[in-house]
T-cell receptor, first 114, second 115 residues
Framework: AQSVTQLDSQVPVFEEAPVELRCNYS??????LFWYVQYPNQGLQLLLK??????LVESINGFEAEFNKSQTSFHLRKPSVHISDTAEYFC????????????FGRGTSLIVHP | KAGVTQTPRYLIKTRGQQVTLSCSPI?????VSWYQQTPGQGLQFLFE???????NKGNFPGRFSGRQFSNSRSEMNVSTLELGDSALYLC??????????????FGPGTRLTVT
């Protein structure tokens, strides 16, 4: 079984500041890792994923996440946030193989202030 | 490709009633999962259907049920509604087959309010 811990329920930050949203997981097997974003009144959208290979993965809108196996972490970072990044962010893990349901964290609310 | 669609988007029901929610997955996706999202409990997995069979199930009472049709469209039903069933119900589709990644695509959700 897997579990995901998002250490911060809410992260307030000013526009153009850097941000890090933390995610730690536990699993007895290797996993795939995902970050999803949910804007108000919408469903979740995949932001980025780690399957294998380079431990640093990037999204098209400037977010990046680094897989750290020794620390079992997959923290999400952005060097300069915009007001439009205000949303709920979910970390998820899943064992390899299409028949497994991902385990989601409780979510982190990123609030960007002008 | 069209995304995941859910109908209706908003629903108001009374305690004791039942409700049916519908989800149409992305074309070619055979797996449909349902989640309940509330401020207090976060995102909770209800069940997953793959090729018309329930493949995974979360920890919800039997009042929550679902089914999947041959075209992969799915419905979930909640009987004898309780106030605590008020939530955003999200549907997610994926390829779901062995050997694929479990990347899910979510619909916009159905907001259910029970009064």
């Amino acid at each position: 079984a897997q579990s995901v811990t998002q250490l911060d329920s809410q992260v307030p930050v000013f526009e153009e500041a850097p941000v890090e949203l933390r995610c730690n997981y536990s699993s007895s097997v290797s996993v795939y890792l995902f970050w999803y974003v949910q804007y108000p009144n919408q469903g979740l959208q995949l932001l980025l994923k780690y399957l294998s290979g380079s431990t640093l993965v990037e999204s098209i809108n400037g977010f990046e996440a680094e897989f750290n196996k020794s620390q079992t972490s997959f923290h999400l970072r952005k060097p300069s946030v915009h007001i439009s990044d205000t949303a709920e962010y979910f970390c998820a893990v899943s064992p390899p193989g299409g028949s497994y349901i991902p385990t989601f964290g409780r979510g982190t609310s990123l609030i960007v202030h002008p | 490709k069209a995304g995941v669609t859910q109908t209706p988007r908003y629903l108001i029901k009374t305690r004791g009633q039942q409700v049916t929610l519908s989800c149409s997955p992305i074309s070619g996706h055979r797996s449909v999962s349902w989640y309940q999202q509330t401020p207090g409990q976060g995102l909770q997995f209800l069940f997953e259907y793959f090729s018309e069979t329930q493949r995974n199930k979360g920890n919800f009472p039997g009042r929550f049920s679902g089914r999947q049709f041959s075209n992969s469209r799915s419905e979930m039903n909640v009987s004898t509604l309780e106030l605590g069933d008020s939530a955003l119900y999200l549907c997610a589709s994926s390829l779901g087959a062995s050997g694929t990644t479990y990347e899910q695509y979510f619909g916009p959700g159905t907001r259910l309010t029970v009064t």
